[in-house]
Each structure stands twice: as C-alpha cells, then as structure tokens.
C-alpha cells in the first residue's frame, strides 16, 4: 500500500497551492505526521485519515480562506479538531482524535442529528453496540437544543485499525438550568443510580462521555467545572475517588499551572486560577459502586502561560516525576506546526493527570490544529492569573 503523505492528501497545501490548503489538507497533514510519534503504521495512518475525513464530509474540502464553517467550541480558532497525546510509563504514548462531526451544519439540532448518523455508521463499521447512546437519546438531543456542541466524538487510534470511541455530550442541551437533572437522569439510566450524588460541587457540567465499542472497562464520564480552584481544592475533589494519590494531584495542579507557593504558606494553599477554569472529570465504571472508578484534573495551561515554550516547559516538569519524557510531546508540536513556539500560546490547550483504578496515572497533552488561528503570546502579566484571595 501506498504510505498517505502530506502531498498525497487531497486538498493538502502542496498539492492545491499555498493558499488553496482546506481544513481537510491541514489536520491529515497533520495526523499523518502524528502518527509515528504513537506508533502508528501506514495502514494505521491511511485507515484513520480516511475515518476523519468521512467525519468532516463537506468540512473536509472547505478551504482555510474561508471562516470555519461554524463556530466550533472544540478550539478556540473554532477548528472542529483537537489532537491528544496521553503518556503512560514505559509505552508510546496514545494518539487521540477529538471531532465535531457536526462542523458543517450551522444549527446546534442539525448538528446533533450529523452527529448521531456519524457514530451509527461507526458502529456498523466496528460492529459496537449504540444501546447506551440510544438510551440517552431523547435527554442530550431536544428538539430544540441549546448550544455551545451537541456532539463530539473522540477515537483512540489503536494500532491495528479499530479505535476506541468516545462521545461528548451537552448536560445543557435543554438549558443550563436542567444540567444537573440531566446528567443525574443520564447516570441512573446509564445504570450508575449512585453516581450523581457522588459527584463534587459543580459551578457547571460542560460534557458527559460515553465509552462506546471496545474497551477493558467502559466508562460513563462527568465533567465538572471549577472557577477559582487552588491545588488544595483539587486535592479535595480529587479525594470523592478512594485510594488514589492526593499529593500527586496537588503537585501536578501547581506544576501546570504555575502557582508557587507565597512564603510563610503552605504549598497550594491560596493560589487561585482567575482566568479559564479547571475541569475535573469523574468516571463510572461499576453500576453499584458508590463512589467513582477515575478521576481526571485538567488544567488549561494556555491561559496561564506566556506562549507554548512555556508550556511545553511545565509538561517536560510534570512528566518527569511520573518517569515519562517529553521527546515524543515535542515531535509532535513540530508534527503539528512549523511555527516557533515562542510564537503563540495555546497549541498545548490543556494538560491532564488521569487515575484510574488499577492502573498507572496518565498525563494527557491536548494538542490544538491552529488550522484558522494562532493566538499571540500572553502579555497581561502573569500575576494577575492567578490570585491570593
Ligand atoms: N475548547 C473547550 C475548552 O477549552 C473544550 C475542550 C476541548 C476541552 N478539548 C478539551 C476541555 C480538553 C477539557 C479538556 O474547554
């Protein structure tokens, strides 16, 4: 078979012309070169470009000149795609695709309904059960649903051809007011009766996730937002899962997100994040437990960092005490774009620290396209990101 390169995409910048590059062109380029940095062959690469291709249909031919077809809430230069990069010792780290399959529709219901048929025909094509999607159906899709997504889908693109899917979905889809009841409806007839009352206080559920197809142990995720949190407040969500590694999260949380400790304090005590809040997401796995089975801390590391050089320094630190390297993370900002990295901020969106029951801790890098943007270097001086209330 032939190896799919940069210039043998359809629509790719060498192929069209500099400035005739379309959406489409862009992230292939951009998986196909990702993708050795997970381990990924060239049937691997020709299987998956082709999968997101479909996904993105008239997206797909859309050229960069123009404006994005919608404007996704996936990246902020609304490109309907995210790269991620999840570390785990002594492995290649797991190359993940986040999409908006719905990208080209410019209503929120005719999106969700792309959406849908999208997932569907993966399930026909890897031959896995929808039943959980369809049970929530009528929940995440009303008819007349609020915004910012109706539906994300992510593959884990697993050498040998079939990913593991995940889909994102909207607790607010019938407003703000009803998320919490949604997501609590969601749980319990997902089988997780339990669950919601388990769940940290939240100033807002962004997304619910369901693992679809096939995975060890498929998990029913909640999202959380948390506007001003401290490494101590993380340390404290993070103790609704038992038995895992609270100092772990508090180190991880001032690592990424540059908080030091004020003299005479103790570590984390007060520093607060002021700008995009942290996320924290909690995973259900066991239909009677009562507590969850993950806990996962994001931080977004682009708003509280001058540029990606910075942020590529803060993922090198916070990898090392779990005894991971940053090599494979900076071939793929340089898979990602020739830019300096100086240059802007916010091609690392988010960094991670994943623990799951029986398994080794994870740490995620969520890597921006930049297809339609790049956002200039932070020059608010960096203090001001963070607080001591
Ligand atoms: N862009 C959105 C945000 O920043 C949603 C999002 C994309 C996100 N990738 C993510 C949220 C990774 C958490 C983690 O919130």
Redesign the pocket.
């Known amino acids: 078979m032939k190896a799919l390169s940069t210039s043998a995409a359809p629509g790719a910048a060498s192929a069209a012309g500099p400035g005739r590059t379309t959406l489409g062109g862009h992230v292939l380029g951009q998986l196909v070169r990702l993708a050795p940095v997970a381990g990924l062959n060239d049937a691997d690469k020709i299987a998956y470009g082709q999968v997101l291709m479909e996904s993105l249909s008239d997206s797909a031919h859309r050229p960069l000149s123009l404006p994005p077809a919608s404007p996704s809430?996936?990246?902020?230069d609304h490109t309907p795609v995210?790269f991620?990069l999840a570390f785990t010792r002594d492995a290649d780290p797991h190359l993940r695709v986040?999409v908006e399959p719905g990208c080209a529709v410019g209503d929120v219901a005719g999106s969700g309904r792309v959406g849908l048929s999208v997932i569907r025909e993966m399930a026909a094509r890897w031959d896995f059960s929808t039943a959980q999607l369809d049970a929530v159906e009528d929940l995440f899709f009303p008819a007349d649903p609020q915004g910012p997504l109706a539906l994300w889908y992510a593959l884990e693109l697993r050498p040998g051809g079939v990913p593991g899917v995940k889909v994102y979905l909207n607790p607010s889809a019938a407003g703000p007011e009803n998320a919490a009841r949604t997501v609590r409806e969601a749980l319990r007839r997902l089988g997780h009766p339990h669950a919601f009352d388990a769940l940290p206080v939240a100033a807002g559920y962004?997304?619910i996730a369901l693992d679809l197809g096939s995975w060890a142990t498929p998990r029913v995720k909640v999202?959380v937002k948390h506007p001003r949190m401290s490494a101590d407040d993380a340390a404290a969500v993070s103790r609704t899962t038992p038995g895992l590694a609270e100092d772990q999260v508090t180190t991880f949380f001032q690592l990424a997100a540059g908080t030091v400790q004020p003299p005479g304090r103790r570590a984390g005590e007060r520093q607060r994040l002021l700008r995009?809040p942290a996320?924290t997401c909690h995973a259900f796995t066991d239909g009677k437990a009562t507590s969850p089975s993950g806990f996962t801390l994001?931080i977004?590391v682009r708003d509280y960092v001058r540029d990606d050089s910075e942020a590529l320094a803060r993922a090198t630190a916070l990898l090392r005490p779990f005894g991971m390297g940053a090599s494979a993370l900076r071939r793929a900002l340089s898979a990602l774009t020739p830019r300096k990295l100086t240059d802007g901020v916010g091609l690392i969106?988010?960094l991670?620290l994943a623990h799951e029951q029986h398994r080794q801790p994870r740490v995620t890098a969520?890597l921006s396209s930049e297809a339609y943007a790049v956002r200039p270097p932070l020059t608010l001086p960096l203090r001001e990101a963070v607080s001591l209330p």
């Open positions: 809430f996936i990246s902020d995210e991620s986040l962004p997304f999202y995009r996320l994001h977004p969106a988010y991670a969520y």
